[in-house]
Protein backbone atom coordinates (compact mmCIF):
# COMPACT_ATOMS: atom_id res chain seq x y z
CA UNK A 1 0.00 0.00 0.00
CA UNK A 2 1.19 3.66 -0.75
CA UNK A 3 2.16 6.25 1.86
CA UNK A 4 -0.40 8.43 0.18
CA UNK A 5 -2.92 5.75 0.96
CA UNK A 6 -1.86 4.86 4.31
CA UNK A 7 -2.20 8.56 5.01
CA UNK A 8 -5.59 8.98 3.60
CA UNK A 9 -7.04 5.84 6.16
CA UNK A 10 -5.34 7.53 9.23
CA UNK A 11 -7.41 10.50 8.35
CA UNK A 12 -10.49 9.07 8.27
CA UNK A 13 -9.75 6.96 11.43
CA UNK A 14 -9.11 10.24 13.14
CA UNK A 15 -12.03 11.63 11.75
CA UNK A 16 -14.33 9.19 12.91
CA UNK A 17 -13.11 9.21 16.53
CA UNK A 18 -13.54 13.44 16.51
CA UNK A 19 -16.78 12.97 15.09
CA UNK A 20 -18.57 9.67 15.52
CA UNK A 21 -21.98 10.93 15.37
CA UNK A 22 -21.62 12.32 12.07
CA UNK A 23 -22.44 10.89 8.44
CA UNK A 24 -19.77 12.39 5.41
CA UNK A 25 -20.41 10.45 2.54
CA UNK A 26 -17.66 9.88 -0.11
CA UNK A 27 -17.17 11.70 -2.28
CA UNK A 28 -16.71 14.66 -1.14
CA UNK A 29 -14.38 17.95 -1.12
CA UNK A 30 -13.80 20.14 2.05
CA UNK A 31 -11.19 22.34 1.89
CA UNK A 32 -9.59 23.19 4.73
CA UNK A 33 -11.65 20.71 6.58
CA UNK A 34 -10.22 22.46 10.15
CA UNK A 35 -12.53 25.07 9.06
CA UNK A 36 -15.36 23.35 9.61
CA UNK A 37 -17.19 23.36 12.79
CA UNK A 38 -19.71 20.45 13.52
CA UNK A 39 -22.27 19.46 16.27
CA UNK A 40 -23.66 15.43 16.33
CA UNK A 41 -26.14 13.77 14.62
CA UNK A 42 -25.19 15.36 10.95
CA UNK A 43 -25.24 13.92 7.46
CA UNK A 44 -23.57 15.02 4.60
CA UNK A 45 -24.51 13.81 1.38
CA UNK A 46 -21.89 12.33 -1.61
CA UNK A 47 -20.60 14.84 -3.64
CA UNK A 48 -20.44 17.79 -1.13
CA UNK A 49 -18.56 20.77 -2.31
CA UNK A 50 -16.99 23.02 1.00
CA UNK A 51 -14.91 26.19 0.14
CA UNK A 52 -13.63 27.38 3.14
CA UNK A 53 -11.05 29.96 3.42
CA UNK A 54 -13.76 31.68 6.28
CA UNK A 55 -15.03 28.89 9.12
CA UNK A 56 -18.17 26.75 8.86
CA UNK A 57 -20.63 26.03 11.58
CA UNK A 58 -22.99 23.21 11.38
CA UNK A 59 -25.44 22.76 14.21
CA UNK A 60 -26.68 19.32 15.36
CA UNK A 61 -29.23 17.28 13.24
CA UNK A 62 -28.47 18.84 10.43
CA UNK A 63 -28.94 17.10 6.92
CA UNK A 64 -27.62 17.71 3.47
CA UNK A 65 -28.84 16.43 0.29
CA UNK A 66 -26.07 15.34 -2.38
CA UNK A 67 -23.87 18.27 -3.97
CA UNK A 68 -24.29 20.42 -1.71
CA UNK A 69 -21.83 23.50 -1.92
CA UNK A 70 -20.88 25.98 0.40
CA UNK A 71 -18.57 28.97 -0.24
CA UNK A 72 -16.72 31.48 2.37
CA UNK A 73 -15.29 33.81 0.07
CA UNK A 74 -15.65 35.64 -3.08
CA UNK A 75 -13.41 36.83 -5.82
CA UNK A 76 -13.36 40.97 -5.52
CA UNK A 77 -14.11 42.09 -8.40
CA UNK A 78 -13.90 45.89 -8.19
CA UNK A 79 -10.28 45.32 -6.97
CA UNK A 80 -6.64 46.01 -9.15
CA UNK A 81 -7.25 43.78 -12.28
CA UNK A 82 -10.06 42.42 -14.58
CA UNK A 83 -12.11 40.23 -14.36
CA UNK A 84 -11.45 40.28 -10.46
CA UNK A 85 -8.06 40.44 -8.79
CA UNK A 86 -5.99 38.29 -6.34
CA UNK A 87 -7.50 39.29 -3.04
CA UNK A 88 -10.56 37.21 -1.71
CA UNK A 89 -13.39 38.35 0.18
CA UNK A 90 -14.13 36.05 3.15
CA UNK A 91 -17.23 35.53 5.41
CA UNK A 92 -18.37 33.16 7.59
CA UNK A 93 -21.24 30.91 7.11
CA UNK A 94 -23.64 29.62 10.40
CA UNK A 95 -26.28 26.96 9.84
CA UNK A 96 -28.19 26.14 13.00
CA UNK A 97 -29.74 23.11 14.31
CA UNK A 98 -32.27 20.53 12.83
CA UNK A 99 -31.69 22.40 9.48
CA UNK A 100 -32.49 20.34 6.25
CA UNK A 101 -30.65 21.53 3.24
CA UNK A 102 -32.13 20.10 -0.27
CA UNK A 103 -29.99 18.32 -2.97
CA UNK A 104 -27.99 20.42 -5.06
CA UNK A 105 -28.36 23.77 -3.03
CA UNK A 106 -25.24 26.22 -3.37
CA UNK A 107 -24.97 28.13 -0.26
CA UNK A 108 -22.45 31.83 -0.74
CA UNK A 109 -20.60 33.50 1.92
CA UNK A 110 -22.06 35.49 4.95
CA UNK A 111 -25.08 33.54 5.06
CA UNK A 112 -26.43 32.20 8.56
CA UNK A 113 -29.49 29.78 8.00
CA UNK A 114 -31.44 29.57 11.32
CA UNK A 115 -32.23 26.53 13.16
CA UNK A 116 -35.03 24.52 11.92
CA UNK A 117 -35.23 26.02 8.34
CA UNK A 118 -35.68 23.88 5.52
CA UNK A 119 -34.32 24.71 2.07
CA UNK A 120 -35.57 22.92 -1.08
CA UNK A 121 -33.55 21.50 -3.43
CA UNK A 122 -31.49 23.67 -6.06
CA UNK A 123 -31.91 26.70 -3.66
CA UNK A 124 -29.21 29.38 -3.74
CA UNK A 125 -29.06 31.06 -0.75
CA UNK A 126 -27.79 34.32 -0.95
CA UNK A 127 -28.79 35.83 1.99
CA UNK A 128 -29.95 34.81 5.84
CA UNK A 129 -32.81 32.61 6.54
CA UNK A 130 -34.52 33.08 9.44
CA UNK A 131 -35.24 30.17 11.98
CA UNK A 132 -38.08 27.97 10.29
CA UNK A 133 -38.12 29.09 7.20
CA UNK A 134 -39.30 26.82 4.30
CA UNK A 135 -36.88 28.48 1.58
CA UNK A 136 -36.57 27.92 -2.08
CA UNK A 137 -35.43 29.08 -5.11
CA UNK A 138 -32.40 31.19 -7.24
CA UNK A 139 -31.95 33.64 -5.61
CA UNK A 140 -33.95 31.63 -2.66
CA UNK A 141 -37.13 33.37 -0.95
CA UNK A 142 -39.59 32.27 1.67
CA UNK A 143 -42.24 30.02 1.02
CA UNK A 144 -43.59 29.37 4.39
CA UNK A 145 -42.51 28.44 8.27
CA UNK A 146 -42.75 25.42 9.81
CA UNK A 147 -45.24 24.76 12.77
CA UNK A 148 -42.61 26.09 15.40
CA UNK A 149 -45.25 24.15 18.13
CA UNK A 150 -44.70 21.16 16.61
CA UNK A 151 -41.21 21.49 15.98
CA UNK A 152 -40.57 22.86 19.62
CA UNK A 153 -42.33 19.41 21.05
CA UNK A 154 -40.20 17.38 18.28
CA UNK A 155 -37.11 18.42 19.65
CA UNK A 156 -38.16 18.32 23.47
CA UNK A 157 -39.04 14.74 22.93
CA UNK A 158 -35.60 13.99 20.98
CA UNK A 159 -37.04 13.22 18.15
CA UNK A 160 -33.94 13.84 16.45
CA UNK A 161 -33.61 11.73 12.67
CA UNK A 162 -30.02 11.31 12.85
CA UNK A 163 -29.57 10.59 16.37
CA UNK A 164 -32.98 8.18 15.99
CA UNK A 165 -31.35 6.57 12.98
CA UNK A 166 -28.19 5.90 15.05
CA UNK A 167 -30.24 3.87 17.43
CA UNK A 168 -31.96 1.91 15.41
CA UNK A 169 -35.23 3.53 15.82
CA UNK A 170 -36.24 4.66 12.20
CA UNK A 171 -37.98 2.73 9.62
CA UNK A 172 -35.54 0.87 7.34
CA UNK A 173 -38.01 -0.30 5.35
CA UNK A 174 -38.07 1.09 1.74
CA UNK A 175 -42.06 0.16 1.10
CA UNK A 176 -42.79 1.38 4.68
CA UNK A 177 -40.59 4.88 4.04
CA UNK A 178 -42.40 5.25 0.96
CA UNK A 179 -45.63 7.16 1.09
CA UNK A 180 -47.24 8.04 -2.48
CA UNK A 181 -49.33 10.95 -2.82
CA UNK A 182 -49.78 10.47 -6.70
CA UNK A 183 -49.39 13.57 -8.87
Known sequence: MCIKKIKVLI???RWKRQHPTVTL?????????SNLALGEHIYIGPEAWFSLRG???IGSGTIFGPRCKIH???HRYEGTMLPYDHIYTVKDVVIGENVW??????????????EGAVVAA???VTKDVPPMAVVGGNPMRIIKYRDAEN????????????????QG?????EKQRCEYQGK
Open 169 to 173: KTITD
Open 122 to 124: CSC
Open 72 to 74: TSN
Open 101 to 114: IGADVSIMPGVTIG
Open 25 to 33: CRPYNITPI
Open 11 to 13: ARK
Open 151 to 166: YNRLKAEGQIYMALKA
Open 55 to 57: KCS
